[in-house]
T-cell receptor, first 110, second 115 residues
Framework: SQQGEEDPQALSIQEGENATMNCSYK?????LQWYRQNSGRGLVHLILIRSNEREKHSGRLRVTLDTSKKSSSLLITASRAADTASYFCATDRAGNQFYFGTGTSLTVIP | NAGVTQTPKFRVLKTGQSMTLLCAQDMNHEYMYWYRQDPGMGLRLIHY???????AKGEVPDGYNVSRLKKQNFLLGLESAAPSQTSVYFC??????????????FGAGTRLSVL
């Protein structure tokens, strides 16, 4: 069964606006990662947040983690057309395996 | 530095045929993974390897076999393809990191259709 579930499934915004997507998971984790996938390509790592961290920034990305609610959010500020992609959260599980969520498809309209 | 390379990029099989997908990485990573991606399902782990000569089952291993004879290569085999195996297959690799902080590097994917 899937560990991570992102919402919304799809999001469409105007260039310059902020985009927020959420991830919920089921069991305790060591860390949570966010990946981006451009159409027809492999996933690319964006950011990792450890279970003892609450917020992390990387450029225009801001990630929060609430372990009590088993949820995380990814905020992309001042979005650009090039941010159009699918975004996935990934959580670790035993045995060096990782669960990926079902993804949020983001469209940024120029 | 090519990163993670998957071959082939596309393949069409008939039901019952067999094939092998090849994944090669040049980053000296210990860990390698095979995922499948289906619409609405996200990525699901098929098999993975924590080092040369070792493999382990993931979430959806049935109908697939793997081998890791060399550290840089991870092969995924379909012995008798079924239409349910129509999917996009991704290989990934990573260094080991404490507390599962492995950052995975993905290949571009193999699009497989089984008729």
């Amino acid at each position: 069964s899937q560990q991570g579930e992102e919402d919304p499934q799809a999001l469409s915004i105007q260039e310059g606006e902020n985009a927020t997507m959420n991830c919920s998971y089921k069991t305790s984790i060591n860390n949570l990662q966010w990946y981006r996938q451009n159409s027809g390509r492999g996933l690319v790592h964006l950011i990792l947040i450890r279970s003892n961290e609450r917020e992390k920034h990387s450029g225009r990305l801001r990630v929060t983690l609430d372990t009590s609610k088993k949820s995380s959010s990814l905020l992309i500020t001042a979005s650009r057309a090039a941010d159009t992609a699918s975004y996935f959260c990934a959580t670790d599980r035993a045995g060096n395996q990782f669960y990926f969520g079902t993804g949020t498809s983001l469209t940024v309209i120029p | 530095n090519a990163g993670v390379t998957q071959t082939p990029k596309f393949r069409v099989l008939k039901t019952g045929q067999s094939m092998t997908l090849l994944c090669a990485q040049d980053m000296n990573h210990e860990y390698m993974y095979w995922y499948r991606q289906d619409p609405g399902m996200g990525l699901r782990l098929i098999h993975y390897s924590v080092g040369e000569g070792t493999t382990a089952k993931g979430e959806v291993p049935d109908g697939y076999n793997v081998s890791r004879l060399k550290k840089q290569n991870f092969l995924l085999g379909l012995e008798s393809a079924a239409p349910s195996q129509t999917s996009v297959y991704f290989c990934a690799s990573s260094f080991w990191q404490a507390l599962a902080k492995n950052i995975q590097y993905f290949g571009a994917g193999t699009r497989l259709s089984v008729l």
